[in-house]
């Protein structure tokens, strides 16, 4: 199992920008999809983007398309996501999670889950 540390969360005002990492805890990262959740309370996580292992494909959620930007540096095991033009809407407890492939982890299915970080987006 992996273990994975998010960081870079925070408080940013409307139309601002935060860059989120996740450093992983084992150099098989690089043979792992990687991606991004998100959960309001009340509300399901769900997907915000995700990445193949080589870093050659990636995946957004409508929502966020054109705004956030996933990436990877297999060589430090981590994860990143810049996350630009912020909206209130975009609130919520941010999760990295590491799985078998990009298809499967769009859907949530997998074990290897972060611990989250908090982004909050005043308006």
């Known amino acids: 199992q992996v273990q994975l540390v998010e960081s870079g969360g925070g408080l940013v005002q409307a139309g601002g920008s935060l860059r989120l990492a996740c450093a992983a805890s084992?150099?098989?990262?690089?043979?792992?999809?990687a991606g991004w959740f998100r959960q309001t309370p009340g509300k399901e996580r769900e997907f915000v983007a995700g990445?193949?292992?080589?870093?050659?494909?990636?995946g957004y959620a409508d929502s966020v398309k054109g705004r956030f930007t996933i990436s990877r540096d297999n060589a430090k095991s981590t994860v990143y996501l810049q996350m630009n033009s912020l909206k209130p809407e975009d609130t919520a407890v941010y999760y990295c999670?590491?799985?078998?492939?990009?298809?499967?982890?769009?859907?949530?299915?997998?074990?290897?889950w972060g611990q989250g970080t908090q982004v909050t987006v005043s308006s």
């Open positions: 999670a590491a799985g078998s492939s990009l298809r499967t982890l769009r859907i949530g299915l997998t074990e290897n």
């Open positions: 990445i193949t292992t080589s870093g050659g494909s990636t």
């Open positions: 084992v150099r098989t990262f690089s043979s792992s999809a």
